[in-house]
């Protein structure tokens, strides 16, 4: 947890301030006992009356600033917890968004959200008790027991027999509860997991009747979650009866022994007044810090999480120096690339060749699990290759940088993805300076118009979260319009067509080739109609190119290609 902190540096001034508010409210605390003894034993035994008045306003006055001091430190810690939650939260973010899909897939999503709320709050909320307790704590401990032999060396006996025993108790229930706070967290990302695939699912589970087997999972799940945390709090609990006895039983003893030395004349009654006092200041000090022993063993495990995060060094980095621009618009070339799967025992995609240029259609047919997609994910660099390289515009997409690289790429992924806000907002996520006409021309171009213009605002029409108040091919024109109005050198289209109909599908292609006669198109699709066009067509077979030709072609040479188009299209439509 220590290694957040370095978070920090930011908050040092307040930080100083709330440990000299801290400090000044803990000296108050001490000084009010020994006050209160003088007004008992002088003021009141002696019936001095204005001594009382003396010593009682000067007690209101320190009682007064220790409230102040109080108020304010709590302000202010509060306000540096909440603002190093929101930086620490920042900072988690702005590193993910730096993570290839190879670290999105090994730390999954739901743990990345989980990590980024729950484990941030609960760092948030033990730096807060930190600032507070941690060292008042300490303060009044050793200030108290310091005052307490001052007041009567004797009776702080009873003290140096209960801490050791209070400690001891401390250290065994910390013992325990740790590793269950740090299964607490992984249980938390389970059901996190669960209740996310439950909500992004719940078409799939209602259309097979699957809704009561969910609820089972997670029941399941959150029970394991449940009965751990109430484990854990049990022995958590056990802490404050502890404590309270061991304060109570503090308390008698220290009656029973001062009583019979105010007999013998050997202690004043509000000397042992003012060692009660401290007494309890020391058995709320180890209470405080018995309660940041409850907090920090679960930060601890949510800091170490959050840690892995931040420590997380994305596999796909830009090199110092990037190489800069030959001139070249939209010209895209794989050499005999190889890429695996992290962890796979084959790779997905074996010695792949070929170019594709400005003012050309690159089309990519095969069977499912070809490595059609995979392909494709290469080119933005999403995941790095093995072997081989990939260039775009004449220089390896390794040698450039991701943000240069992206620029010239227009991408509509297999899964059309829409984000909260209007469909003027989504078209412009493209292009964040696109003028309304551009907007208008690029949903003209991907047959967009007609049902946008239906719609009651037009383009101001709101689009829910993930696009679920528009249908498949709805949501597909829009991803299509997205890449459009970015007007880039490279458009890549990931089976991007496969929600339309025939005739908004051809419609579609018709006014595409006049929109991107200077750009590279390629596109993934598994309808051959949609490829048939193309100025050439690759064949992909079990992660390799099986052929490379324009449809009649590889109608002659291509065994593959000819079982595709055979299980589509009829005799006299092939002819």
Same mark, same amino acid.
Request: charged letters at 20%; proline letters at 2%; one cysteine or more.
């Given at each position: 947890m220590l290694k957040l902190f370095r978070y920090l540096k930011p908050f040092r001034a307040p930080i100083v301030f709330v440990l000299l508010l801290v400090f000044i409210q803990s000296l108050s605390d001490l000084y009010l006992p020994n006050l209160m003894s003088k007004i008992v034993d002088t003021g009141i035994v002696e019936g001095d009356v204005p001594y009382i008045w003396r010593v009682g306003l000067i007690m209101l006055g320190v009682a &007064?600033?220790?409230?102040?001091?109080?108020?304010?430190? @709590?302000?202010? @810690?509060?306000?540096?917890?909440?603002?190093?939650?929101?930086?620490?939260? %920042?900072? $988690?973010?702005?590193?993910?968004?730096?993570?290839s899909l190879q670290e999105f897939d090994e730390v999954g999503t739901a743990s990345l959200i989980t990590r980024t709320t729950n484990d941030i709050t609960q760092v948030q909320q033990v730096l807060v008790m930190i600032l507070r307790m941690m060292v008042m704590a300490p303060m009044m401990c050793i200030g108290?027991?310091?005052? +307490? #032999?001052?007041?009567?060396?004797?009776?702080? *006996?009873?003290? *140096?027999?209960?801490?050791?025993?209070?400690?001891?108790?401390?250290? &065994?229930?910390?013992?325990?509860?740790?590793? *269950?706070?740090?299964?607490?967290?992984?249980? *938390?990302?389970k059901l996190n997991l669960v209740l996310r695939e439950s909500l992004i699912g719940i078409r799939v589970i209602r259309s097979f009747n699957r809704v009561d087997d969910e609820k089972e999972r997670f029941q399941a799940a959150n029970k394991?979650?449940? /009965?751990?945390?109430?484990?854990?709090?049990?022995i958590m609990a056990s802490l404050m009866p502890i404590m309270m006895f061991a304060m109570n039983f503090a308390t008698i003893s220290i009656v029973y022994f001062g009583a019979k030395q105010i007999n013998a004349g050997d202690l004043m009654v509000g000397d042992?007044?003012?060692?009660? !006092?401290?007494?309890?200041?020391?058995?709320? %000090? &180890?209470?405080?810090?018995?309660? =940041?022993?409850? =907090?920090?063993?679960? +930060? @601890?495990? %949510?800091? +170490?999480?959050?840690?892995?995060?931040?420590? =997380?060094?994305?596999?796909?980095?830009?090199? &110092?120096? %990037?190489?800069?621009?030959?001139?070249?618009?939209?010209?895209?070339?794989? /050499?005999? #690339?190889?890429?695996s799967y992290p962890g796979a025992e084959e790779p997905a995609l074996s010695d792949i060749s070929f170019a594709a240029r400005p003012g050309e259609t690159t089309a990519i047919i095969g069977g499912t699990g070809a490595g059609k997609s995979t392909l494709l994910n290469l080119i933005p660099r999403f995941y790095d290759i093995d072997s081989g390289s990939i260039k775009v515009d004449g220089i390896d997409i390794r040698d450039m940088a991701q943000e240069q690289l992206r620029e010239k790429i227009g991408l509509v992924p297999q899964k059309a993805v829409l984000f909260t806000g209007t469909i003027k907002d989504n078209i412009r996520y493209g292009k964040e300076d696109a003028t309304d006409e551009e907007i208008r021309h690029a949903a003209a171009i991907a047959q967009a118009t007609d049902f946008i213009e239906s719609m009651k605002d037009g383009f101001d029409s709101p689009i829910s979260q993930g696009g679920t108040n528009v249908s498949g091919g709805q949501k597909q024109r829009l991803s299509i319009a997205r890449a459009l109005v970015r007007r880039p050198e490279v458009y890549i289209f990931d089976d991007s067509f496969s929600a339309l109909d025939f005739k908004t599908d051809a419609?579609?292609?018709?006014?595409?080739?006049?929109?991107?006669?200077?750009?590279?198109?390629?596109? #993934?699709? !598994?309808?051959? @109609?949609? #490829?048939? /066009?193309?100025?050439?067509?690759? $064949?992909?077979?079990?992660g390799r190119i099986a052929a490379i030709g324009t449809h009649k072609e590889l109608l002659e040479t291509s065994e593959v290609y000819r079982e595709i188009v055979s299980s589509q299209l009829s005799e006299e439509e092939i002819a």
């Open positions: &007064l600033i220790g409230t102040a001091c109080m108020i304010g430190a @709590s302000y202010l @810690s509060a306000k540096v917890a909440t603002g190093y939650g929101k930086q620490l939260r %920042s900072r $988690v973010f702005n590193h993910v968004q730096h993570f108290g027991i310091i005052m +307490a #032999v001052e007041k009567d060396a004797k009776l702080t *006996l009873i003290l *140096l027999v209960i801490i050791p025993l209070l400690a001891l108790a401390v250290f &065994l229930v910390a013992r325990k509860g740790i590793p *269950l706070f740090k299964a607490m967290q992984k249980k *938390l990302d394991d979650l449940t /009965d751990t945390a109430v484990r854990v709090n049990r042992m007044m003012a060692f009660i !006092q401290y007494a309890m200041q020391i058995m709320f %000090s &180890l209470i405080m810090v018995s309660m =940041m022993f409850v =907090m920090i063993p679960r +930060a @601890s495990a %949510s800091a +170490a999480r959050v840690n892995e995060v931040l420590d =997380m060094k994305p596999v796909i980095t830009d090199k &110092l120096e %990037s190489k800069k621009d030959t001139g070249l618009r939209g010209y895209v070339e794989f /050499d005999r #690339v190889t890429f419609n579609l292609r018709k006014a595409l080739k006049g929109e991107t006669t200077e750009a590279t198109v390629i596109i #993934v699709a !598994q309808r051959v @109609s949609t #490829v048939m /066009d193309a100025d050439q067509i690759i $064949v992909m077979d079990e």
